[in-house]
């Protein structure tokens, strides 16, 4: 089991910048890769960002050149970070953490990120 812990979000400008972090505890061994995913009212969730255990990482067309991922541990957690730069309004939504290993897929419970002047 992988247990993950959103934390970060928040109400931020256009034109700001916003931090989201995920800290996942339990069986990080395993874990194969990680990634952000969002949920904007009204619409399915989609992926945000991704970094596997080898780091290559993958983004969404819409936050190429916004949005950076990063990945830091230590003995008993992994933290996954999103580094929202420069976000629009249409980046509102709650973002959400996963964390996939062979036998599963896990999910934190989600923060929500509102971009509004």
């Known amino acids: 089991q992988v247990q993950l812990v959103e934390s970060g979000g928040g109400l931020v400008q256009p034109g700001g910048s916003l931090r989201l972090s995920c800290a996942a505890s339990g069986s990080i061994f395993s874990i194969l890769d990680m990634g952000w995913h969002r949920q904007a009212p009204g619409k399915q969730r989609e992926l945000v960002a991704s970094m596997t255990n080898g780091g290559r990482t993958n983004f969404a067309d819409s936050v190429k050149g916004r949005f950076t991922i990063s990945r830091d541990n230590d003995k008993n957690t992994v933290y996954l970070y999103l580094q929202m730069n420069s976000p629009k309004p249409e980046d509102t939504a709650v973002y959400y953490c996963?964390?996939?290993?062979?036998?599963?897929?896990?999910w934190g419970q989600g923060t929500q990120v509102t971009v509004s002047s």
């Open positions: 996963d964390a996939r290993n062979m036998w599963s897929e896990y």
